[in-house]
């Protein structure tokens, strides 16, 4: 059986439609004689990679042996990474399988198809990143301009289009509705007690819902109180934002406060990383076409609140107030549970499923550190002076390689001595091919010894880990665990938790199970 793939992105600019292509792909079927085909179609999938339902699909029937060619209108329609190419094209190659393309005019199974395969892959690549860098060059340039760079727009406005010197452009304007929200989120957020946790809350009460009609999150409403956009284009935000190193492309004569600002550049989404922030120092600020919705000062001192709570609420898992930090979890919805102070200055553990989302997921109840503290304690105590665990740990202080060990290091080592065969084979290959078939075999090659290093890598960790866990049991002495419990720090005691204790599940002050790791 032949394999037609068609593949077209939701930028329908780029290619022809699905129908079109299936058409020249059964075309060129009929005109090798193949009449056994079925279609392969991923409708709204771009090629940046080969993770799409249908590819994957063709892809399982492949290594199934079910198809002997691949048909496809242009080889970009397979991919536009040259990387992902190549190699799939290789390993289609060692199953017997060819590519075949109607516009390209490509056939992998001719002499010079593979470089054919090849050079149009590296211009459909280029092609993309060229693509890429203009929509974000337009987007940034968009921005500095003060117009909508792109998307939806923030909660609290609405997307206007205007014209300008003869050209479109999108603008913000406010959507009073939801402005009302947002002035009253940051209003909550200013009071005394007044906490994310506590805007959820009283946004669930007042059955104030997101645009498409949700309930809050503490993510969401967090990323809210941080947009600029809300504020004016005021001399204290501006002072404020340079102060911290960002971009200006503001000058001071231009923060009347009539307008509002937009930080951009906040995130690489071309990376491989594309949620992390970038640096400060890579986020530029500029003058945004929309009237803002709160004033400066309002503004201002929720950063400042926002930053302080930042410095003193120490993140799950390194909070030096308890020694299970990062240790426990919900037993009803599997979230983390984190420490946390009520306003009685009562230090709890908390689910995060309840405390972050307002509409109440999750049922669990909150328990006083200290009382936790005091049941795990108390487990851990009978588990330390359990003597089945003490033999088991002075075991593990004088471990050696297991039999099981052993024999994954055989296996693995053979299967490295028939890769250096292998790899002979092909050198012998080498000196009696030709040009095509020996940069064929090097690469072939190059495979083999890359799994080989790989197989030799796996043998070292195992061998290594074995030596780590000497090593880590080694400075463990279970005899003091109990009097480090009693009268140790809170550091002494969290590193007691961390090195026995793989988590603790909590259901309430009665049915609390402690996970050991040995």
């Known amino acids: 059986m032949v394999a037609i793939y068609v593949r077209q992105s939701l930028d329908k600019k780029d290619s022809l439609s699905i129908e079109s292509q299936i058409n020249d792909c059964i075309t060129l079927c009929k005109r090798n004689g193949w009449d056994d085909y079925q279609v392969y179609k991923d409708k709204g999938w771009s090629a940046k990679n080969l993770d799409r339902p249908e590819f994957q699909k063709m892809n399982n029937d492949v290594e199934a042996g079910k198809i002997k060619a691949v048909v496809c209108y242009k080889i970009d329609r397979i991919s536009r990474s040259i990387r992902d190419l190549v190699n799939l094209i290789e390993d289609y190659h060692e199953l017997g399988v060819h590519f075949v393309s109607f516009a390209d005019n490509i056939n992998t199974a001719a002499p010079g198809g593979l470089m054919m395969a090849t050079l149009f892959g590296s211009l459909a690549q280029m092609e993309r990143e060229a693509i890429i860098t203009r929509v974000t060059d337009n987007y940034y340039y968009r921005c500095e301009l003060g117009y909508w760079g792109g998307g939806p727009a923030p909660y609290g406005f609405n997307l206007k289009k205007i014209v300008e010197n003869g050209q479109k452009h ?27 946790y506590e805007i959820l809350k009283k946004a669930d009460k007042a059955g104030i819902k997101t645009r498409k009609g949700g309930a809050w999150t503490s993510r969401v409403v967090s990323e809210l109180l941080s947009k600029p956009m809300y504020a004016p284009n005021s001399m204290d935000i501006y002072n ?8 200006v492309r503001v000058t001071p004569e231009e923060c009347d406060g009539k307008l509002s600002l937009n930080v951009f550049g906040k995130r690489d989404r071309n990376s491989k990383h594309p949620k992390r ?10 003058i945004c076409k929309n009237p803002p919705i709160i004033d400066s000062d309002t503004f201002l001192k929720t950063q400042f609140k926002k930053k302080a709570k ?31 102070g009520s ?25 006083k550190i200290e009382k936790l503290e005091h049941i795990v304690t108390d487990d851990i105590l009978r588990y330390v002076t359990n003597p089945k665990v003490i033999d088991m740990f002075h075991a593990m202080q004088s471990s ?19 890769l250096d065969i292998e790899i002979e084979n092909l050198l012998d290959a080498c000196s009696a091919g030709n040009a095509t078939a020996i940069e064929y075999l090097n690469k072939r090659i190059e495979k083999i010894d890359a799994r080989k290093h790989e197989l030799l890598n796996q043998i070292n960790d195992i061998k290594k880990d074995t030596e780590n866990v000497i090593s880590l049991f080694a400075g463990i002495e279970i005899e003091n665990v109990p009097n480090i419990l009693a009268n140790g720090s809170i550091e002494e005691k969290k590193n007691v938790c961390q090195f026995f204790v793989q988590e603790i599940m909590f259901t309430n002050t009665e049915d609390v199970k402690v996970y050991y790791k040995m």
């Open 400 to 418: 050696k390689l297991s039999a099981e060990q052993n024999h994954k290091i055989n296996l693995l080592q053979q299967e490295a001595a028939k």
């Open 277 to 286: 922030s970038r640096p400060v120092n890579e986020m530029t600020l500029a």
């Open 310 to 340: 930042l410095q003193v609420s120490p993140r799950n898992g390194t909070s030096k107030t308890t020694m299970l930090s990062g240790l426990v979890k919900c037993a009803y919805c599997g979230r983390a549970m984190s420490p946390c």
């Open 343 to 367: 306003s009685r200055g009562s230090k709890y553990f908390t689910c995060s499923g309840k405390r972050n989302y307002a509409t109440g997921t999750c049922i669990s109840k909150s328990i």
């Open 240 to 247: 404020f934002y340079a102060a911290q190193g960002v971009r």
């Open 170 to 196: 999108t603008v913000l304007e406010i959507n009073e509705r939801e402005a009302a929200v947002v002035k009253q989120f940051f209003k909550w957020y200013l009071e005394p007690d007044g906490t994310i």
